[in-house]
Structure formats: structure tokens, C-alpha cells
């Protein structure tokens, strides 16, 4: 008899918790499991799983965005599944935080985002799920299976159904560039990039387009969204150069500082992120529109538990012409 699958999550976003449990459906009734995040009157937390889950496979849905209390609870929910006997535990991260920390940039710095991979394995995990790590060998950084999945399997739909005259992707800086490559190969496109350079973090000194892109209608593509200055001052430039229209796709909105404001005073046509990170509901007009990646997460999910690929949820595996 194969393990019954549990669904819980802590408090980083329950609403997109939610929609993945439904959306998988089979053996929960639509919904999470029954856990209770508690937390003492010095902020110490306790989460307590309120049913058996005795050689379950666990399915602990939790991003790590701020404040770091959400890491905090996915470390201790991990150790606590792992004492209550459960079978398989798998953290699932719709949005890995410390991932920019991937390196030594500079001297006497850590490599977060290798920390967060050595908690999560200490804690006990046996799996993570995650998507669009910010940079994919942070995969490499884990001795544990790692399933990474690809918002353009969400985005390129939206895309398609845009159709767009003379559609050219942009990447709005170097380090993007080889995300924006592999969408403009699914749609034979051509693609250019947004070259800047940073005083210090947050903080642009100056860009330069590298490609022809009058009259051209342009997609953006990053995978995260911070203070929205890179994707403003990109746009903005795509468009004195020549750009018919200006819209930007990012994964993970995590919209600190001036974000709304950047974006709303930006010549962008509009902003397509996803629901890794809850975001404060936006006014009837807004340029921000968001795309559940639920469903995404509810068939990897499935996929896993019943020893399953996930090949099919990657756009190479289904190329035009291919």
C-alpha cells in the first residue's frame, strides 16, 4: 500500500498553499492539513502537527521571502514531521530567499543561499521543490534531489495568447540572459539585452541596450522583482530607443521599497508575476496582473509521490517545431 499524501503549510502564504492542495485534490478532500504555528510571547515558534503522519509523504509548503520567521517555521516544521515518523518530507519553496547570495562577490561575505541548503538538509528534508532559483547551479549547493520548476511553462500561454506583431524578449540585465534565451527559442524570436552597472545593491549607475529594437513589441523576463528599478529604467530605455510597447514577466514579486510606485510611473504596458509571494491587492487598472503557479506545483507534487517525471512541465520539452 503506497503512503498517503499530506499538505500542510506555515504562514508565509497560506492563499497559494491553499489553491495547491485543491488543485492536487486526490486523497485531501481539497484541502491542508491540520497544523497549528505557534508562537511564544518572547517570538520563539512551535509549529504542531494536529494529526498522524506516520509514514506519510509530507509536503510542507512554505517560501522563504521576509521575515525570516517563514525560514524559521519551514526549519522547525521539517524537524517536527521528521520526529512525528513521517515517511518522505518534502520541502516545497515557491520562492527560495538568500538565493542572490550565491557567491563571494566580494571579500568577507557568506554564500547564503549554500546555508539555507545546509538547514534544510539538517533539518531533516529529503526533497525540495522550488522555482526559478535566481541562479540554477544554487541546485549543485544541496546533497538531496532538488526539482526545479520553470515559470515559462505558465508564462508563455499568457504570452501566446498576447499576439504580439513583432515580438522581441529582452533581458534586463546579463545575468538574465540565458532565461530570456531559452523562451526566445520556444517562439524563434529574436532578444536583446539591457546591460547595466551598479553603484551598490538596488542601485543603477547606468544601462545600455545591446540589439536592434525599433518598432518592436518587447517582453521583459527576469525572475525576480525587488525594487523594480532594473525593470523601470530597462523599459524606459527600450522605449526612447525605439520599442512599440514595453511589458515585463517576473516570477517572484518581491516588491520592497518604491516597487509600486516604480512600476505604476514606468512606461511598462503591464507586469505578469506569479504567487510565490502573497502581494497587497491591487486597485482595478493596476499594471501588476499575477498567474497562480498552483497548478504547476500540484502536478509536481503528484508526479513525485507517484515515482513519476516531470519532464512535461518544462517548455524544451515541448519546443515549436519540435
Not at 50 to 70: C, H, K, M, W
Not at 161 to 171: G, I, K
Not at 228 to 240: F, I, Q
Given at each position: 500500500?503506497?503512503?498517503?499524501?499530506?499538505?500542510?503549510?506555515?504562514?508565509?502564504?497560506?492563499?497559494?498553499?491553499?489553491?495547491?492542495?485543491?488543485?492536487?485534490?486526490?486523497?485531501?478532500?481539497?484541502?491542508?492539513?491540520?497544523?497549528?504555528?505557534?508562537?511564544?510571547?518572547?517570538?520563539?515558534?512551535?509549529?504542531?502537527?494536529?494529526?498522524?503522519?506516520?509514514?506519510?509523504?509530507?509536503?510542507?509548503?512554505?517560501?522563504?521571502?521576509?521575515?525570516?520567521?517563514?525560514?524559521?517555521?519551514?526549519?522547525?516544521?521539517?524537524?517536527?514531521?521528521?520526529?512525528?515518523?513521517?515517511?518522505?518530507?518534502?520541502?516545497?519553496?515557491?520562492?527560495?530567499?538568500?538565493?542572490?547570495?550565491?557567491?563571494?562577490?566580494?571579500?568577507?561575505?557568506?554564500?547564503?543561499?549554500?546555508?539555507?541548503?545546509?538547514?534544510?538538509?539538517?533539518?531533516?528534508?529529503?526533497?525540495?521543490?522550488?522555482?526559478?532559483?535566481?541562479?540554477?547551479?544554487?541546485?549543485?549547493?544541496?546533497?538531496?534531489?532538488?526539482?526545479?520548476?520553470?515559470?515559462?511553462?505558465?508564462?508563455?500561454?499568457?504570452?501566446?495568447?498576447?499576439?504580439?506583431?513583432n515580438l522581441t524578449f529582452a533581458s534586463p540585465d546579463v545575468g538574465s540572459t540565458n532565461r530570456v534565451r531559452e523562451v526566445a527559442s520556444y517562439f524563434n524570436a529574436e532578444m536583446v539585452i539591457c546591460d547595466k552597472h551598479r553603484k551598490r545593491a538596488n542601485e543603477?549607475?547606468?544601462?545600455?541596450?545591446?540589439?536592434?529594437?525599433?518598432?518592436?513589441?518587447?517582453?521583459?523576463?527576469?525572475?525576480?522583482?525587488?525594487?523594480?528599478?532594473?525593470?523601470?529604467?530597462?523599459?524606459?530605455?527600450?522605449?526612447?530607443?525605439?520599442?512599440?510597447?514595453?511589458?515585463?514577466?517576473?516570477?517572484?514579486?518581491?516588491?520592497?521599497?518604491?516597487?509600486?510606485?516604480?512600476?505604476?510611473?514606468?512606461?511598462?504596458?503591464?507586469?505578469?508575476?506569479?504567487?510565490?509571494?502573497?502581494?497587497?491587492?491591487?486597485?482595478?487598472?493596476?499594471?501588476?496582473?499575477?498567474?497562480?503557479?498552483?497548478?504547476?506545483?500540484?502536478?509536481?507534487?503528484?508526479?513525485?509521490?507517484?515515482?513519476?517525471?516531470?519532464?512535461?512541465?518544462?517548455?524544451h520539452s515541448h519546443r515549436r517545431g519540435e
Amino acid at each position: 500500500m503506497q503512503p498517503s499524501v499530506k499538505i500542510f503549510t506555515g504562514n508565509s502564504n497560506p492563499a497559494l498553499a491553499e489553491k495547491i492542495a485543491k488543485k492536487y485534490g486526490k486523497g485531501l478532500n481539497g484541502g491542508l492539513g491540520k497544523v497549528k504555528i505557534q508562537k511564544f510571547s518572547d517570538g520563539e515558534i512551535q509549529p504542531v502537527f494536529l494529526e498522524s503522519i506516520r509514514g506519510d509523504y509530507v509536503f510542507l509548503i512554505q517560501g522563504t521571502s521576509a521575515p525570516s520567521d517563514n525560514l524559521l517555521e519551514l526549519l522547525l516544521m521539517i524537524d517536527a514531521a521528521k520526529r512525528a515518523s513521517a515517511g518522505y518530507i518534502t520541502a516545497v519553496i515557491p520562492y527560495f530567499g538568500y538565493a542572490r547570495q550565491d557567491r563571494k562577490d566580494k571579500p568577507r561575505v557568506a554564500i547564503g543561499s549554500k546555508l539555507m541548503a545546509n538547514l534544510l538538509t539538517s533539518a531533516g528534508a529529503n526533497r525540495v521543490i522550488t522555482m526559478d532559483l535566481h541562479a540554477p547551479q544554487i541546485q549543485g549547493f544541496f546533497d538531496i534531489p532538488v526539482d526545479h520548476l520553470d515559470s515559462s511553462a505558465i508564462f508563455i500561454p499568457y504570452i501566446e495568447n498576447l499576439r504580439l506583431e513583432n515580438l522581441t524578449f529582452a533581458s534586463p540585465d546579463v545575468g538574465s540572459t540565458n532565461r530570456v534565451r531559452e523562451v526566445a527559442s520556444y517562439f524563434n524570436a529574436e532578444m536583446v539585452i539591457c546591460d547595466k552597472h551598479r553603484k551598490r545593491a538596488n542601485e543603477i549607475a547606468s544601462m545600455v541596450v545591446i540589439g536592434e529594437v525599433k518598432d518592436r513589441d518587447i517582453v521583459l523576463i527576469d525572475d525576480i522583482c525587488d525594487t523594480a528599478g532594473t525593470l523601470s529604467k530597462a523599459a524606459n530605455l527600450l522605449k526612447e530607443k525605439g520599442a512599440r510597447s514595453v511589458r515585463a514577466f517576473c516570477t517572484h514579486p518581491v516588491f520592497s521599497g518604491n516597487a509600486y510606485e516604480n512600476i505604476m510611473n514606468s512606461v511598462l504596458e503591464e507586469i505578469v508575476v506569479c504567487d510565490t509571494i502573497p502581494i497587497k491587492p491591487q486597485a482595478p487598472g493596476s499594471k501588476i496582473k499575477v498567474i497562480s503557479v498552483a497548478e504547476l506545483f500540484a502536478v509536481a507534487i503528484r508526479n513525485m509521490h507517484e515515482n513519476k517525471s516531470i519532464t512535461s512541465l518544462f517548455i524544451h520539452s515541448h519546443r515549436r517545431g519540435e
